[in-house]
Nanobody, 123 residues
């Protein structure tokens, strides 16, 4: 059984940094696409970025490019989302998800999800 768990959320001020972690158990990440999504109150779940585990290729939404970075934790079945220069509009519950197939920015294509971790950025 595949399990996905996020950690590292919290309350920070605008301009601060935060690092989220995503730990996966039950299946190797070798051919996975690991995606990060977020959902703010009253809004739809939004794609943030993904990494193709096999080649390290990444893709991000424009609003986080240059500020957010997804990286693999080598030797471990986990990844991180480094978030720098956080803004109040980044406030949301952040989810890690897995897709075994072609990379996608669409939430419904991801079959495995964590429960999310809250990130709150105060102005």
């Amino acid at each position: 059984q595949v399990q996905v768990a996020e950690s590292g959320g919290g309350l920070v001020q605008a301009g601060d940094s935060l690092r989220l972690s995503c730990a996966v158990s039950g299946r190797a990440l070798n051919w996975a696409v690991l995606g990060w999504f977020r959902q703010a109150p009253g809004k739809d779940r939004e794609f943030v970025g993904y990494m193709s585990w096999s080649d390290g290729n990444t893709n991000y939404i424009d609003s986080v490019k240059g500020r957010f970075t997804i990286s693999r934790d080598y030797g471990q079945n986990s990844a991180s989302l480094q978030m720098n220069d956080l803004k109040p509009e980044d406030t949301a519950v952040y989810y890690c998800a897995l897709l075994y197939g072609r990379p996608s920015t669409t939430p419904r294509n991801y079959g495995y999800w964590g429960r999310g971790t809250q990130v709150t950025v105060s102005s």
